[in-house]
């Protein structure tokens, strides 16, 4: 069955961007924002551009909201199948913290929040280098807020994952990285990457923790996943998925490269010394 997404992330998408987009002045016909679809392309990379700095008529806000425009809805309908069938509507038995690397526009916690129930609270660091791609993101999450009438996700959002503040001690708590089209970036280093990931998740919690890998199908975006995915084997972690696979959606068929990585509660003591 297509995945649909619930109405509730239906609306979010119609009032804080489609219809943004549609009533800009500057937005005639297939002109968007004042600029065809190849130029909006190009302006935002195709969703790998350094996003923080204007291009032509274009400002930085402009392009994130472009962005979001033309890519986020099937980002969007990929995790919310990838969550669904991770959690096979049922709840986490605890809160979940989500660490979403390379977050863009607040998409990994709109998926999540899709899944869960309503009233389900859970910890979000949303890892962007783009300060327009995270404030565009925690005025989506305050949109969502607002309509449900209560916060859905505690938030922060960070451009460097050694950034990432956390007070409490580490917890049982189940954490799920999410991972998406970030390796795509070649500016990527993945072993800086994969050592910044493991002191978070040392400072979170010795609770499980599952890693979502999604991206493009084409061989050049996944030239860094061999490593990535031998660094986390390294780390403990085990691979229960790793395939290239549909999305069925009502707007068609999206191909996905995915993999799924998880590591059990890390309940056993390491005694150091001679």
């Known amino acids: 069955m297509p995945i649909r997404l619930p109405q509730r992330l239906r609306d979010i998408r119609t009032t804080e961007i489609v219809g943004r987009v549609r009533k800009d002045p500057r937005t005639c016909g297939d002109l968007l924002l004042g600029v065809d679809r190849q130029t909006a392309m190009n302006a935002i990379g195709w969703g790998q551009a350094e996003f923080d700095e204007p291009v032509g008529s274009l400002s930085a806000e402009d392009r994130v909201l472009l962005y979001a425009y033309w890519n986020q809805l099937g980002h969007l309908e990929e995790l919310s199948e990838a969550f669904n069938q991770l959690f096979g509507g049922n709840s986490p038995s605890q809160p979940l913290i989500v660490v979403d690397l ?19 609270l859970f910890d979000y660091i949303g890892v962007d280098r783009s300060r327009a791609m995270r404030e565009f993101g925690e005025h989506l999450a305050t949109a969502v807020d607002s309509m449900a009438g209560t916060p ?6 960070v451009a460097d994952i050694a950034d990432a503040t956390w007070h409490a001690p580490p917890s049982w708590r189940p954490v799920v990285v999410i991972v998406s089209f970030l390796l795509a970036s070649p500016s990527l280093h993945v072993g800086t990457l994969l050592a910044g990931l493991e002191q978070l998740l040392s400072r979170l919690t010795r609770g499980p923790t599952t890693i979502l890998y999604t991206n493009s199908p084409r061989v050049a975006p996944n030239r860094t996943y061999p490593a990535f995915r031998d660094g986390l084997l390294d780390a403990g972690f085990r691979l229960t998925a790793d395939d290239t696979g549909p999305v069925h959606t009502e707007r068609g068929e999206r191909v996905v490269r995915y993999a799924l990585f998880h590591r059990d509660s890390q309940r056993t003591l390491q005694l150091g010394g001679d």
């Not at 859905?152 to 959002?157: A, N, P, V």
């Open 102 to 120: 390379g977050c863009g526009p607040f998409t990994g916690g709109l998926a999540l929040i899709g899944q869960l129930s309503t009233g389900e």
């Open 152 to 157: 859905r996700s505690k938030r922060q959002w």
